[in-house]
Structures are given as C-alpha cells and as structure tokens.
C-alpha cells in the first residue's frame, strides 16, 4: 500500500494533527488550507478509513487517526533523528561498541567523563553480546574480549583478565566470615552467585576451580545464576552472596570497599579487555581523542589489588 500513497501525505496528515486545524497546517508547510483538505481526503481514500471528524472548523481525530498519527510522528521522529549526522553544524556522533558488563561496569563512567570534557562531541554506545555486532566495523572503536589478536582491529590491552570470589562486606559479617583465611574448599561451600557463559572462553566458578591446579573442592553448585555477569556482580554488591571478580571489571566496587575478594587465590586466564581501532581505516580526530580518553583510564603496571581490599 505504501508504494500507492505519496510520502509528502505523511507530512501533511502530522501537521493537521498537531495543529488540529487545516490552515494553521498549511502556513507551516506554505501550502493552502485546500491543498491540506485536498491531501488528507486523497489519505483517507487510500486507507479507507476516516481520520478525522469534522464540525465546522474544528477538527477531532478518530480512533483510525490516532492510532496513525502515534505511528507517523514516531516515524519522523526516527527519521529526522537518523538525518543529524547530515546536517551542516551537527556534533560529530563517535560510534563504540562493548558487552554488557563492560558497558555497566567500566565503561559508562568513562563515557561520562569524556562527556563532561568534550560537550561538543557525542557519544552512541552499542552494548551488546553478540560477537558480529561488538567487532563490526561499522564502529568507531570496540571494547572486546580476546587474547591480543583480531583480522580487523588493532587491539590494546586495557585489562588483563584476572579472577578472584569477591562478596559484600554485610555478606561476610552476617556469616561470620573472615576473608583472608578461605581455602578453596572452604570457598566452595558459600552462597555461590555464577553467570551463564555465552563465550567458550569465559570462565565460570566451575572452571575457575578445575583451573586453580588445587585439589578440587565438593562438586560446585550455585545457589544463584544470572544471564548476565553484571548482573551477579549486583546481586554480590546487595549482599546476596559470593561471584567471581574480574578485577579491572569491579575496580570501583573494590576501592569503596562494596566488595573485597575472598582468600588468595586468583586466576590469570591469558584474556583481556581490549581497546580496538581499525586495522584498515583512518579515525576521525574526535574518536581518536575518546580512543586516548580510555587509554589514559589503564591504571599503571604497579597496580594491583590486595586479597582482602581495595588496590595496594
């Protein structure tokens, strides 16, 4: 049916309902109240439908129009919203992708910064967990989850993957735990909170135990499991029990002190989160100013994080 009815109808069926009034409609298009009257009858022919009900001059919509007017204004919302890059004098738009976690966790407070610094540049953040979307090249630059090495993207190390149980200090106090002396049997026995693995090489409690070269503990069974690890990483805040910490991931929770990770043990993966720029295409000036924004967020090659606290 669209290919019948003229896009320009659209246009004029939106001015008469905000205007509610044929000739107030046609100044702002610099047509004739006629030409308005003319266009929205030739709409209702197509649609076969009544749009409006008239008395005189005033103007009502039907319960047709106004389902149809939500839809158009929406419409041309969106589509005057996607023209913005387009327009002479708009705001350079950086495009980044990243997880979910990285996004909630890490990066959105980044993004803030370079926000509160740069006001006249703007940031769209596609946080997603699907691999063909966080590496497309249809971003400015990517937060992904490798091993140092990608085709497309030239990757620097924001942050090694390293694991340790981490839980809410309310959690430990109400359990009477201390959390330097935890063994990784003892560990296992707590209110394990885990996360589904949508990436083969992300590593739950399960593989965090087999992969510590301990003896392993009594069969691992989660009392919570999210879909998302940020998710779990909420829930341990709360004090709902103990997830895994990444530790450049939970940096913040760990300086204030809202979670301290349990015992001394801690897994190096041999990932990381990455930093990526195009292997094959030159950056505008503004995304290499956001791609240096985030690299100056790196803590320094001296910082770590104590067993039971906040960075030494």
């Not at 540049?121 to 971003?139: C, I, Q």
């Not at 707590?190 to 949508?198: G, P, Q, S």
Request: charged share 20%.
């Amino acid at each position: 049916m669209l290919d019948k009815i003229p896009l320009e109808a659209f246009r004029v069926f939106d001015a008469a309902c905000r205007h509610m009034n044929f000739s107030s409609a046609g100044r702002e298009l610099h047509v004739t109240q006629a030409a308005v009257s003319r266009r929205i009858q030739g709409l209702e022919d197509q649609l076969g439908a009544q749009l409006f009900t008239r008395r005189g001059r005033n103007l009502a919509l039907t319960p047709h129009g106004q389902r149809l007017a939500q839809r158009v204004r929406a419409t041309l919302d969106y589509l005057d919203e996607s023209l913005e890059p387009f327009r002479g004098g708009a705001s350079e738009i950086i495009s980044i992708s990243a997880s979910g976690s990285v996004s909630h966790l890490w990066l959105a407070k980044r993004l803030r910064e370079f926000s509160h610094a740069s006001p006249a540049l703007s940031v769209r953040l596609l946080s997603t967990d699907a691999p063909l979307e966080l590496a497309s090249e249809a971003n400015d630059l990517v937060i992904l989850y490798a091993n140092g090495d990608h085709p497309r993207w030239n990757l620097t190390l924001l942050m090694p993957e390293v694991l340790m149980p981490v839980a809410a200090p309310d959690y430990l106090s109400r359990h009477a735990i201390d959390p330097l002396h935890l063994s990784t049997c003892d560990i296992a026995t707590l209110d394990l909170i885990d996360y589904e693995r949508f990436n083969a090489n992300w590593v739950s409690f399960r593989q965090w135990f087999s992969r510590l070269g301990q003896p392993a503990p009594m069969r691992v069974k989660p009392r919570l499991s999210f879909s998302t690890y940020s998710m779990a990483v909420d829930a341990a805040v709360r004090g709902e029990g103990v997830t895994l910490g990444s530790l450049g991931l939970i940096g913040e929770e760990l300086m204030s002190g809202a979670l301290v990770t349990l015992g001394s043990d801690r897994l190096e993966t041999g990932y990381g989160y990455y930093l990526g720029m195009p292997r094959y295409r030159a950056l505008a000036p503004s995304a290499l100013q956001l791609h240096q924004h985030l690299l100056s967020a790196i803590p320094s090659p001296e910082t770590g994080y104590s067993p039971s606290g906040p960075p030494a």
